[in-house]
């Protein structure tokens, strides 16, 4: 009897079925180039190479003093991946969507990302980029006192919005991404801005208002930014980027970042 698996199985080799279907050659040589295969794909399966690893840079991600586009979380994270290689383009997007990618998917980094409790089991935390306070922005004086009874912007689905809720701020009005947030202070529809010192700085300027015309409250809160991972995020891999920020801190290059993007 034939065994037509063999011509399925192999169809670009179809003389080697007809050869096995013959009983001129034995079946464990049949069989070799299926283990071989069955080898390849495990390895293939098993190895998350750089090239699979998908780097989304959420919209706050502009949070240093800005010398040349994209801020100090970018030109840190863009450093490493030179450092181990991977030349895919960073995805921009919104910051609640590349969080919801990085918590639902695999091998995906994601910054910058506020590392407070409620979060610690959602992510791996690969990298501290920088230090930063929780700050009320208004254009007005305003005593920080009735705060909890005006209408603050905040951006959605951010660590902002926990303070907010332990602060007792319940006027909140949801931002997509922090540029929205500084436009409606402009524009009125809110009194106050909640966000992070420096990205406060970073998007004032960038829409030509000088930051001494805006008044910031004292920390509300410190806060450190992380390069994050997707929790199933290849061990290897982020100790491969891992790896390449110790060696930028230690070659000066975080330095030379750091004084270049004025960041004490």
Not at 111 to 134: G, I, Y
């Amino acid at each position: 009897m034939e065994t037509p698996y063999v011509t399925t199985f192999f169809p670009v080799l179809p003389q080697l079925g007809q050869a096995y279907n013959k009983k001129s050659i034995s079946p464990g040589f049949v069989m070799l180039p299926l283990r071989l295969l069955a080898l390849i794909l495990a390895c293939t399966l098993a190895w998350p190479a750089a090239a699979q690893v998908r780097v989304l840079i959420g919209s706050t991600s502009r949070f240093a003093p800005d010398a040349g586009g994209q801020g100090y979380a970018y030109a840190v994270t863009r450093a490493i991946a030179q450092r181990v290689g991977y030349t895919k383009v960073f995805e921009m997007m919104p910051w609640a969507r590349a969080r919801m990618i990085t918590e639902h998917e695999n091998n995906v980094l994601l910054v910058p990302v506020v590392r407070v409790p409620s979060r610690e089991a959602h992510f791996q935390w690969l990298v501290p980029l920088l230090e930063d306070d929780f700050v009320l922005v208004s254009q007005k004086p305003i005593e920080m006192k009735t705060a909890a009874q005006r209408n603050i912007c905040v951006l959605r689905g951010s660590a902002a919005i926990e303070l907010a809720d332990r602060l007792g701020y319940r006027h909140l009005g949801l931002a997509t991404d922090e540029e929205q947030g500084l436009h409606s202070l402009l524009a009125g529809n809110c009194d106050l801005w909640l966000v992070g010192r420096h990205p406060a700085m970073t998007l004032i300027q960038q829409v030509g208002r000088p930051v001494t015309s805006f008044y910031f409250s004292a920390s509300l809160e410190h806060l450190t930014m992380y390069l994050a991972a997707s929790r199933s995020f290849n061990t290897d891999e982020a100790r491969r980027w891992q790896a390449a920020y110790e060696t930028m801190r230690t070659d000066g290059t975080i330095t030379a970042l750091r004084h270049s993007y004025k960041i004490d």
